[in-house]
């Protein structure tokens, strides 16, 4: 089967979905199929990969649309986002070519974002009837695309938490997955719980921060790992005479040194406001670490399945890693149930082959 997978890649930008589509596309090849891989917002020229690439360069429906006539594949899996969407699909079903899009956040499932049409910035009159325009404008762009859901033929969620109300579709429930790695603990002076992700609006940092100093004797440090993607963030973690006794930032870490600083931590801390399924939660669970989330639980997995604690409320969020701190032995049961809920359920070559079926049943389906 020939295979077109449409995403940033992970040499470029080192994200979550950018890994995951990078390990499905290794193993598919390995499989046997003709995989290619169409590199949206490319920054080399080629990809020392052992799959084909193809850069999308320019207008990215123009581009698509170039790659679906020179690849000609039998199925498109696109994992970028639903921004180009329904013009991508129309491309698609122009060419007799199905396609299958792969929910990587919780707003690839939603209509639009509320904050486009409340925004309301303290300027010029002039400016917030354009900046309004402008939201009014993103916004029915994104209602359009978000009818495109109904025009694919199949879609892949994360988890079930993604499924809008109504879903009809055809459709699989396919978790993130992660080969299983013996770390070495990163060596450290004193227990610490970790916080690991870029640092965002999204991702809400200053949460942990906040944290740290709120927690100032439990006995731990607060450690935080992940590039700097807003200036805010930067202004902040400069600022060191206002930083907690306790917190550390750490910079980027490679994958390898994220496995070994949450070996040697207590327990992950999550405070982003909304994920897909977040790649280090596996992580973790794979080194036997628990995860205390804010606010955020994929598919209410961290409850139901005992695998982590999910607050809710920042008075919550404090109670919760100060009791995980002092509670060994809770740690350590909740970090075992993770352990083997991410075996059972978050293995590659088991999700691939998953995913690979799937697409040979949308691909042999009648329109």
Not at 52 to 75: H, W
Not at 224 to 253: E, H, T
Request: net charge positive; aromatic share 10%; proline share 5%.
């Amino acid at each position: 089967m020939r295979i077109l997978i449409v995403n940033s890649h992970v040499l470029d930008i080192p994200g979550g979905s950018e890994t995951q589509c990078h390990d499905i596309a290794l193993r598919l090849a390995e499989l046997g199929h003709a995989v290619t891989y169409a590199v949206c917002r490319p920054g080399r020229q080629t990809y020392d990969v052992p799959y084909k690439t193809y850069p999308l360069r320019g207008s990215l429906p123009a581009a698509f649309a170039a790659a679906l006539t020179q690849v000609e594949p039998d199925i498109v899996y696109w994992r970028r986002n639903k921004r180009y969407l329904l013009r991508s699909v129309f491309a698609a079903k122009r060419r007799h070519v199905k396609f299958v899009f792969a929910v990587s956040a919780g707003a690839d499932v939603k209509m639009f974002n509320k904050r486009q049409l409340l925004a309301n910035d303290v300027v010029g009159l002039l400016r917030r009837l354009w900046r309004r325009a402008a939201a009014i404008g993103t916004t029915f762009t994104g209602m359009a695309n978000h009818f495109a859901l109904s025009l694919v033929d199949g879609v892949v969620f994360q988890h079930s938490g993604q499924i809008p109300p109504g879903f009809r579709g055809t459709s699989r429930i396919i978790y993130n997955s992660r080969q299983p790695l013996e770390a070495t603990p990163a060596p450290s002076s004193a227990p610490y719980v970790l916080w690991v992700g870029n640092l965002k609006t999204i991702k809400h940092p200053e949460h942990f921060i906040r944290l740290a100093a709120e927690l100032p004797n439990i006995g731990v440090e607060f450690w935080m790992a992940g590039g700097i993607q807003d200036a805010v963030y930067a202004r902040m973690l400069n600022d060191r005479a206002s930083l907690p006794g306790s917190f550390r930032y750490l910079g980027a870490q490679s994958p390898d040194e994220v496995d070994s600083l949450i070996k040697g931590s207590l327990f992950l801390v999550s405070t982003s406001a909304e994920e897909g399924f977040p790649n280090v939660f596996i992580q973790a669970w794979l080194q036997r670490r628990t995860v205390v989330s804010l606010s955020f639980d994929p598919g209410n997995m961290l409850v139901t399945e005992k695998i982590g604690l999910c607050s809710g409320s920042h008075a919550a969020f404090k109670h919760d890693v100060s009791r995980l701190v002092a509670d060994r032995a809770l740690r350590e049961s909740t970090g075992e149930r993770a352990f083997q809920f991410a075996i059972a359920n978050c293995d590659p070559e088991t999700n691939v082959r998953r995913l690979e079926a799937f697409l040979i049943e949308v691909a042999s389906a009648e329109r």
